[in-house]
Nanobody, 116 residues
Framework: QVQLVESGGGLVQPGGSLRLSCAAS????????MSWYRQAPGKERELVAG????????NYADSVKGRFTISRDNAKNTVYLQMNSLKPEDTAVYLC?????????WGQGIQVTVSS
């Protein structure tokens, strides 16, 4: 059974940092490109950051460039999202996504709230 399990979310003040983790099981993790998406109330789901299978290529939404960093550890079957200089508009449910040709998997999502 394939599982993507996010952790590390919570409440943080503006300007603070959080590190999200997404642990994968039931898949050959190194074959999957991984991404983080987010969805705020009343808004569409948006791509935050993506990383290639080896970690050699990354991409980011313009709104998070320079503040967020995606990385992965294939030995630990885990992808990370380091979020710095957080803003209230970063508040959302963050979801982990894994994909390869013919297969797409999602985590259950984790809440990140940026508020004073």
């Amino acid at each position: 059974q394939v599982q993507l399990v996010e952790s590390g979310g919570g409440l943080v003040q503006p300007g603070g940092s959080l590190r999200l983790s997404c642990a994968a099981s039931g898949v050959t993790f190194s074959r999957y490109a991984m991404s983080w998406y987010r969805q705020a109330p009343g808004k569409e789901r948006e791509l935050v950051a993506g990383i290639s299978t080896t970690g050699g290529r990354t991409n980011y939404a313009d709104s998070v460039k320079g503040r967020f960093t995606i990385s992965r550890d294939n030995a630990k079957n885990t992808v990370y999202l380091q979020m710095n200089s957080l803003k209230p508009e970063d508040t959302a449910v963050y979801l982990c996504n894994g994909r390869r040709t013919g297969y797409v998997y999602w985590g259950q999502g984790i809440q990140v709230t940026v508020s004073s």
